[in-house]
């Protein structure tokens, strides 16, 4: 639409009645404001609480949105074993869920283990680049494979000793045999190459390899650096911790396979941070129903029902409480999210107000 | 082929309304004004009046409901009382601001507390600013005579226009009133034409946002407007005359050629001056009278006609502006200023609250005025001190 300034220069100039002449839009109302609001960095007590930080209110939302593909590739990003995980973890993620303080809990691990069972017939390894690193990985516990799953993607060429062990040895009285035959397909579809008849000495696989990754129950002797990444004094050789917490476990894992990959692209490894967490306080539960959470998932309509439970804590939703309740038309429905017009916004901040996620904030002008 | 009905004050405010022809109503009870809209409810439910009958829960609702009618293009009519009419405020500001010819009929009733239903002009002078135009009727005839008007007037200048008329003395009080052959009535009023009319599809804001670069001149043209409407009152009200046999102005003197004495009267107590002339003229006192009809658009000139070369001037007011004086009596004084020489102008006020007005009091405020000196002195009438 053309803006333009109506001139008047004569009562002539004028209807009788006072009507519009012209649109509004020509007094940027925006220049009244000294806060605006912003989308800001606020993360959800569940990804923070756990280790792998799996975008917990992402793969939730994705969920009620009845994408149930896109929920389970989201939770594969973070975790590569959701199947596994979904049985065994201890599930941090509940204990955290603001939800408690309100009637019950999401069902976080029944929803992660449904979507990994649902998504890991499609599941398969993105192999991204291809390098002439190659890594011996000395033993089958489920952190051992995390690693060889996301060393296999960044393109490593991974050899598995398994001095007579089957893949996942850790977790083959929990999970059952379907789903542990599907997740080893996955890995040997990446062209993963698993040797069981030998069991080299670490100094015969250092002449081969460029690294060795030990799990810690095999390196009791060994001396780490650094226990985040599982440096040791020996460059070429990594220990990946076993806890108690499978999630742990396999969150170092996939940490050492991180820094592996970042060091070999020349790159640093950070180790990931989430923002601040949104507080029980800060979510408006008037916009909520009290509900019992579904304890176990059965049915994708089962598992959206719950999904629907989330209050998507620090996560728009695209619930449009800003888009309704902005008396100036200011906040923008664009691809089913909200932008701002800050041409118009005054900074009342109703919108900050009405999102019951604390999802949006109010930052100075400068 | 006119007819005549007995009829009381609120009714012959219906009846004007009917044969206007208006085509939303929309009102809340409130006495004494009530019958006016329960006969027009009656009229609309019996299918004698063609109209839209609004129930609403608020006279602010009434008005604002008359507001959307009459942007819409509808004629549209309303009644209230006192409390009513100052609820109705913000949007009197809104019809005139907007120039929409809304008539209201306002039965004058004293403004609470302490609480009363009788007659006195507070309720209606105190909306005097707003934008509409007012009219204040004597009989029920000129009631009924005036809705008419008022729509012919208003529909022109593009200001709403009320028709105010005493609390029981004349709304409870009957009165044969000719009603007009509706073809006449239609000729001397032909359907409204909004100022700037709604249409679907064409889509712009009505009482939009006016920065300060606008707004002075749309308040110019309300004045213009008003100005406009003297003239057209003056026209129409003679026009009226030819075509129905009452003739009507803003001001209307009555034993004025010799009067070196007036008494100026707005409202139904203008009947009783009348009489209280007659007989002050039979002792052989020059004394005469002049009726204020229209006091917004305010007529000074014909006012100041009427009233130079006169000795002494006494102007009864129904009314008080607290902290000065009467409303009228200012507005008077204000319109002999210019002049050389100018009358001594004295002020009364008298019957509030619905305190009769009588003939006495009349030959009292005469024989007052003729030896009173000092002007600005507020002198009550049967005030029990």
Known sequence: MEIKPIKVNSINDLPEAPVSQGVTLIRKTGTWKN?????????????NACPLKIRIPKFIDYLTKSESDKAGLEILKWNPFPSITGRVCPAKCETGCNRNKYDEKISIRELERF???????????????????????????TSLMAAVYRLSEGGFKVVVFTKGQRLFSDVR????????????????????????????????????????????????NMNIVDTKVGKTEDEKIFVVTEEQDIARSIKNGLSVALYLTSKEEGKEYQEERLPRVVSYKEIITDYFNHEKAIPEIRT???AIKEAFRCFSCGTCNSCGNCYVFCPDSAVKWIDNFPSFDYDYCKGCGVCVNECPRGVLELVPEK | ????????????ISYGAMVSRVQVISAYPITPQTQVVELLSEMVADGILDAIFVNVESEHSAMSACVSASAAGARAFT??????LALMHEMLHWAAGARLPIVLANINRAMAPPWSIWTDQNDSLSQRDTGWMQIYVESNQEAFDSIILAYKVAEQVYLPCMVILDAFVLSHTSEPVEIYDQEKVDEFLPPYKPAVAIEPGKAFGYGALAGPDTYMEFRYKMQK????????????GKLFGEMFGRTYDLVEEYMMDDADYVIVTVGATTSTARVAIQELRKQGEKVGLLKLRVI?????????????????????????????????????????????????????IAGLGGRDITVKDFIDIYHDMKNREEMEEIVWKGVKL
Do not use: W
Request: hydrophobic content about 35%; overall charge positive; proline content about 5%.
């Open chain 1, 35 to 47: 806060v605006r609001p912003v989308i800001s960095e606020r993360s959800a007590p569940c990804e």
């Open chain 1, 115 to 141: 979507l990994g069972d649902l998504i890991l017939e499609k599941k398969r390894i993105e192999i991204k680049g291809q390098k002439t690193v190659k890594v011996a990985v000395y033993g089958t516990s």
């Open chain 1, 173 to 220: 009285d929990s999970i059952p045999e379907d789903i542990l035959k599907k997740e080893e397909k996955v890995l040997n579809d990446a062209g993963l190459e698993i040797i069981t008849d030998k069991a080299p000495s670490i100094q015969e696989l250092k002449n081969t390899f460029n690294y060795i990754l030990l799990s810690s129950a095999d390196a009791q």
């Open chain 1, 300 to 302: 994708l309509d089962e």
């Open chain 2, 1 to 12: 082929m006119s007819i005549k009905k007995v009829l009381t004050g609120n009714h012959a």
């Open chain 2, 79 to 84: 009644a209230t009382s006192a409390q009513g």
């Open chain 2, 225 to 236: 407007a008003m100005e406009k409407a003297v003239e057209i009152f003056e026209k129409e």
């Open chain 2, 296 to 348: 917004r658009p305010f007529p000074f000139q014909k006012i100041r006609e009427a009233l130079k070369d006169r000795k002494k001037v006494a102007v009864l007011d129904r009314n008080i502006s607290f902290g000065y004086h009467g409303i009228f009596y200012q507005e008077i004084k204000s319109a002999l200023y210019p002049l050389k020489e100018k009358p001594k102008v004295h002020g009364y």
